[in-house]
């Protein structure tokens, strides 16, 4: 099964994450399909990107989204509808 999860990068006590489709069946730091975003925790504000077009395509193809993710994709698409407005 797919999933959509984050992929940990940086270093110690530095981390920011990759927002990637891959098998669930995969490491978490392991080889990934593709790349939809990106999320920096240490930031404030705004602190992750996203294409929210990606991640719908891959949730209409049956992949699953990490509770984080699901939560991240939620906030893209509210930014996106009130940039829009």
Partial sequence: M???RLNRQGTKDRPFYKIVAVDSRKR???????QIGSYNPMEDGVNFTLDVAKAED????????????RDIIKKARKE???SEA
Wanted: charged share 25%; aromatic share 8%.
């Fill in 28 to 34: 978490r730091d392991g080889r990934y399909i593709e």
């Fill in 2 to 4: 797919l999933t959509l």
């Fill in 58 to 69: 891959w949730i209409a193809k049956g992949a699953q989204p990490s509770d984080t993710v």
């Fill in 80 to 82: 996106s509808l009130s």
